[in-house]
Every structure is written in C-alpha cells, then in structure tokens.
C-alpha cells in the first residue's frame, strides 16, 4: 500500500457537515492500514485534515462545541502511537466525526458524550503524567523543594 502524501481530499470544506464527511472518509482510509507503518502517514494526513477544519469551525460560533472535539481528537491522536490504533479506536473516531455531520447546533453534552466515549475506549483526552518515569525518580532523590 503507498501513502500519498500530496493527495488532496478534495474540496476544502465550507461547513461542519463537510468537515465531518471528509474526515469520516480519512479515517476509512486508516481501516486498511492497521498494523502496517503506513498507517503513521495516514494519521498524519488525518491530523493535517484536523488543523485545517479550526479555520471552519473558528468562524462560527455555533461551531465551537465541534471544534472542541476536533482538539479532543488531536490530543488523542498526539498520545498514540501507529502501533496503539485498534479497530475499537478508529470506532470511536468514526462515531465522534459522525456526531459532526448532521444538521443542526451540535451541543456541548454531545461533546461531552464523545469525550465520555474516547475514555471508555482507552483513547487519552488529556495530558498524562507516569509517576514512574526516569524523571519522577530524579526529582526523588534531589530531596525536598528548598
């Protein structure tokens, strides 16, 4: 399988609907590559997709909800390596840019139960600190703050 990395998707979209659909069909393309490193340059075009989509979704206020999803997706996609996308998280990525493309405001509860659902699905939403870490034993042994 090649990736093509100066291939357009298309259209730049006008709306969240179009924002949605063109992501939705991004992540269809990462199906085939799973457990293959090209899917690191498929999420790499997702991500480029992603950062795109904030001029959209910034110019309308009725947006900003979606937007927040957008950045829940970018954090998540930033904690995971191409070897840590399962089905199960190209799942959850589907119904959260499926949310998207429906008419209508899209509300912050439906953000929330996207955010809810990348949890359940072992998706990280936020930064994460690992108490073992090579830098957490440094700062034990410095001793206590002056």
């Known amino acids: 399988m090649s990736t093509d990395l100066g291939q357009k998707t298309g259209q730049q979209p006008?709306?969240?609907?179009?924002?949605?659909?063109?992501?939705?069909?991004?992540?269809?393309?990462?199906?085939?590559?799973?457990?293959?490193v090209s899917l690191a340059a498929e999420v790499q075009l997702l991500k480029r997709e992603l950062v795109r989509g904030h001029a959209i979704l910034s110019a309308r206020p009725e947006d900003n909800n979606y937007l927040s999803v957008v950045t829940l997706v970018e954090a998540g996609l930033a904690s995971l390596t191409w070897k840590r996308y399962t089905p199960g998280v190209l799942d959850a990525l589907r119904r959260a840019f499926s949310a998207g493309a429906s008419a209508g405001e899209f509300t912050f509860e439906a953000y929330e139960a996207i955010r809810r659902d990348f949890k359940a699905s072992g998706i990280p939403t936020g930064p994460t600190i690992h108490l073992t870490s090579p830098a957490a034993e440094a700062e034990d042994q410095d001793g206590p703050p002056a």
Not at 14 to 34: G, K, M, N, S, W
Request: charged share 35%; hydrophobic share 45%; no cysteine.
């Open 14 to 36: 006008a709306t969240r609907a179009d924002l949605a659909r063109q992501l939705l069909a991004r992540v269809d393309r990462l199906t085939p590559r799973l457990g293959d």
